[in-house]
């Protein structure tokens, strides 16, 4: 749904691109995370792809329509949820929410139902100007989704959220990937990229660096092997550490007789792969740490 080729961008009075011939797709039912440091081109390249940013070069096409040809039309066809959410502070939540669905044509979602599946339907009669942050990211998740759009774009989705909110928020964003819908996600929240993307793509310096799924990424920065771990005999003398974790080469493993000896040893407590987290990867990647 949305195709992006060789796609360059210079803002005017700048020196050089903070786009650099970028190329990658995102399909229908797909979650894309977009991941990089602050800088790196991410939100230059959300507003090409929504329409925002004319000027570009090369190809961005969302939805079928060419970015820089965007009408009322395309606009109706995408949910946008930015990290700094913007409402009527006077007006309460579900009248914002009913004036922004306003704006749409087609079918939409019922207001409250969607209000009370992200925790706000207690609040729903109360002004925004009274909601906490986490309660507007909430709301703003809500606006993005009420006219059930062909594409979402967001922006830290589960910014200012405790761990509750942020699942329900998660699982909403999953739920309308699983309906067809084409998610570009961007954040610095590497534990939700982990958790909602199908691919992730690394933004450095304007240029795509790394662009794979989350768990072949872990992979193939990590190391090939595993660790068996034992855990401290019991009855062992007060103040001993653990036995120290074994690392196994994963060529040969099934065969590797230390290996097998010492999965047979009393006290097993795990065996894991030395899989690299994307934390680190975006470390390793981009030499920077995360915000």
Not at 47 to 54: F, H, Q, R, T
Not at 151 to 177: Q, W
Not at 200 to 226: N, T
Request: glycine share 10%; proline share 6%.
């Amino acid at each position: 749904m949305i195709h992006v080729e060789a796609l360059s961008y210079r803002y005017p009075r700048a020196t050089v691109d903070a786009v650099r011939g970028i190329s990658f797709s995102v399909g229908k039912g797909e979650v894309f995370g977009f991941l990089g440091p602050s800088g790196a081109g991410k939100s230059t390249t959300q507003k090409i792809l929504m329409g925002s940013l004319a000027g570009y070069r090369g190809s961005a096409v969302t939805g079928g329509v060419e970015a820089g040809r965007a009408d009322g039309s395309f606009r109706a066809s995408i949910g946008v949820a930015f990290e700094f959410p913007c409402f009527y502070q006077k007006l309460t939540g579900m009248e914002n929410l009913l004036l922004f669905s306003s704006l749409y044509p087609g079918p939409k979602d019922e207001p409250r139902a969607l209000l009370d599946r992200l925790g706000l339907g207690e609040a729903a009669d109360r002004r925004v100007g009274e909601y906490s942050k986490g309660m507007k990211m909430r709301l703003n998740l809500a606006r993005a989704l009420i006219h059930r759009p062909r594409m979402l774009f967001l922006d830290e989705p589960t910014s200012g959220l405790d761990p509750a909110n942020a699942r329900t928020v998660r699982e909403l964003v999953l739920e309308r990937a699983a309906s067809g819908a084409a998610v570009f996600l961007t954040t610095h929240d590497m534990a939700a990229a982990d958790a909602l993307c199908d691919r992730v793509a690394f933004l450095v310096d304007g240029c795509i660096a790394a662009c794979e799924a989350p768990a072949a990424l872990k992979r193939r920065y990590g190391r090939q092997a595993v660790v068996v771990e034992h855990a401290t005999p019991v009855g062992t003398p007060g103040g001993m550490p653990a036995a120290a974790p074994v690392e196994f080469p994963l060529a040969g493993l099934a065969d590797n007789p230390a290996f097998l000896a010492e999965l047979r040893k009393p006290g097993l407590v795990g065996v894991h792969t030395l899989d690299a987290t994307l934390d680190r990867i975006f470390l390793e990647l981009t030499g920077k740490e995360l915000a």
